[in-house]
């Protein structure tokens, strides 16, 4: 069975631009979360969605957003990027909704914003 | 509101055991996880506990005490690759929150 594939694996951006990350869960799972990881911080919540629908969402700005297809693919948007959005984004897949303990992680997508 | 805390490095040899400690202050609790972490690598899964007691999966641990708000993971026979972060996440019925993460350095 294939993995968590999170695309792309690295980006480079400038201050004030947007960016995309995508997240396809493995086979069968409905629930994506996403996480961001800055050294020191350990894995800040963003958001978690379950079947299409935003269960959770962690303390970010609004300009953190997000979506899930169909498919149970998802994406994470973040526009008007600032320096210290500079982070590895995470993404985590399970069976369950909300509060699953055991979470399947993606390789992660390493943003930096220059 | 949430809050887990964790020693941020620890030190051991190779071939003894350390322990990591989590204590954690949370509404709804459901249970306690470990996932590790590698350089570079994404979290994976070590164990859950969701009653008291000690929960063994080969050279790995892990315990909880649910009125102590404590758990920990215990780690034996220590081998260099076991050198990672180390993060233990406390689930609820909404979510799952993680602690900023224990280095685990390992010394031949």
């Known amino acids: 069975k294939a993995g968590v594939t999170q695309t792309p694996r690295y980006l480079i951006k400038t201050r004030g631009q947007q960016v995309t990350l995508s997240c396809s869960p493995i086979s069968g799972h409905r629930s994506v979360s996403w996480y961001q990881q800055t050294p020191g911080q350990g894995l800040q919540f963003l958001f978690e969605?379950?079947?299409?629908?935003?269960?959770n969402k962690g303390n970010f700005p609004g300009r953190f957003s997000g979506r899930q297809f169909s498919n149970s693919r998802s994406e994470m948007n973040v526009s008007t990027l600032e320096l210290g959005d500079s982070a590895l984004y995470l993404c985590?897949?399970?069976?369950?909704?909300?509060?699953?303990?055991?979470?399947?992680f993606g390789p992660g997508t390493r943003l930096t914003v220059t | 509101g949430q809050s887990l805390e964790q020693p941020s490095e620890v030190t051991a040899v190779e071939g003894a055991i350390v322990q990591i400690n989590c204590t954690y202050q949370?509404?709804?609790?459901?249970?306690l996880s470990w996932y590790q972490q590698h350089d570079g690598g994404a979290p994976t899964f070590l164990s859950y506990?969701?009653?008291?007691g000690l929960e063994e999966t080969g050279r790995f641990s892990s315990f909880l005490s649910r009125s102590d708000s404590y758990g920990y993971l215990l780690l034996q026979e220590l081998q260099m690759k076991d050198s990672a972060s180390y993060f233990c996440?406390?689930?609820?019925?909404?979510?799952?929150?993680f602690g900023s993460g224990t280095r685990l350095s390992i010394r031949p």
């Open positions: 996440a406390v689930t609820s019925a909404s979510k799952i929150i």
């Open positions: 985590a897949s399970s069976l369950a909704s909300s509060g699953s303990y055991e979470q399947y």
């Open positions: 969605y379950f079947s299409e629908t935003q269960r």
């Open positions: 506990n969701a009653l008291d």
């Open positions: 949370t509404s709804g609790f459901y249970g």
